[in-house]
Antibody, heavy 119, light 106 residues
Framework: QVQLQQSGPGLVKPSQTLSLTCAIS??????????WNWIRESPSRGLEWLGR?????????DYAVSVKSRITINPDTSKNQFSLLLNSVTPEDTAIYYC?????????WGQGTMVTVSS | EIVLTQSPGTLSLSPGERATLSCRAS??????LAWYQQRPGQAPRLLIY???SGATGIPDRFSGSGSGTDFTLTISRLEPEDFAVYYC????????FGGGTKVEIK
């Protein structure tokens, strides 16, 4: 069955870059029917979709307006995984981050990573 | 941005009772709406997509209805494991979630 395994640090200093990786098993990052998303959850903002990467003869990315200037999602076909980079973080970026399979309704979720932004 | 408003915020019911949860969109999302269940300490789980289609492995006591701006998730008979938080999500225009409804034991 399809599984997503997240990795990355749980503590990031303010102004630095949050970096998480999601390894895919049981599916391909280059699938023509899937999209690979990052979603976060916090008490103040609830569930918030951040962005996605997907392959449809070429690679595409879509990002939420709220983070568009700070976010990059990269596919890594050699390792069948994708990553999240969120720069210039502040305490408001403290949340549980999930990698999730789409493209529209989200059927497979990673285990979640609690990321705290603090000095 | 399409805003999804869920009601009520909390629903207090007993096992075996019927639960009716509402999700209203700020503009039409056609049938591009999904429902999720989230238990404490777990990631959300997809229940319903396309407003009324059950996801793989979801018990048939869960059903969804509606289109346009008004949607309903119904749990026909609450089981102990159904007490959780439920979210709606639209994928008509970008992707946004509602604020959730907590179903608690009365």
């Amino acid at each position: 069955q399809v599984q997503l395994q997240q990795s990355g640090p749980g503590l990031v200093k303010p102004s630095q870059t949050l970096s998480l990786t999601c390894a895919i098993s049981g599916d391909s990052i280059s699938s023509n029917s899937a999209a690979w998303n990052w979603i976060r959850e916090s008490p103040s903002r609830g569930l918030e979709w951040l962005g996605r990467t997907y392959y449809r003869s070429k690679w595409y990315n879509d990002y939420a307006v709220s983070v568009k200037s700070r976010i990059t999602i990269n596919p890594d076909t050699s390792k069948n995984q994708f990553s999240l980079l969120l720069n210039s973080v502040t305490p408001e970026d403290t949340a549980i981050y999930y990698c999730v399979r789409g493209p529209a309704a989200f059927d497979i979720w990673g285990q979640g990573t609690m990321v705290t932004v603090s000095s | 941005e399409i805003v999804l408003t869920q009601s009520p915020g909390t629903l207090s019911l007993s096992p075996g009772e019927r639960a009716t949860l509402s999700c209203r969109a700020s503009q039409s999302v056609s049938s591009y709406l999904a429902w999720y269940q989230q238990r404490p300490g777990q990631a959300p789980r997809l229940l319903i997509y396309g407003a009324s289609s059950g996801a793989t492995g979801i018990p048939d006591r869960f059903s969804g209805s509606g289109s346009g701006t008004d949607f309903t998730l119904t749990i026909s008979r609450l089981e102990p494991e159904d007490f959780a938080v439920y979210y709606c999500q639209q994928y008509s225009n970008s992707l946004t979630f509602g604020g959730g409804t907590k179903v608690e034991i009365k």
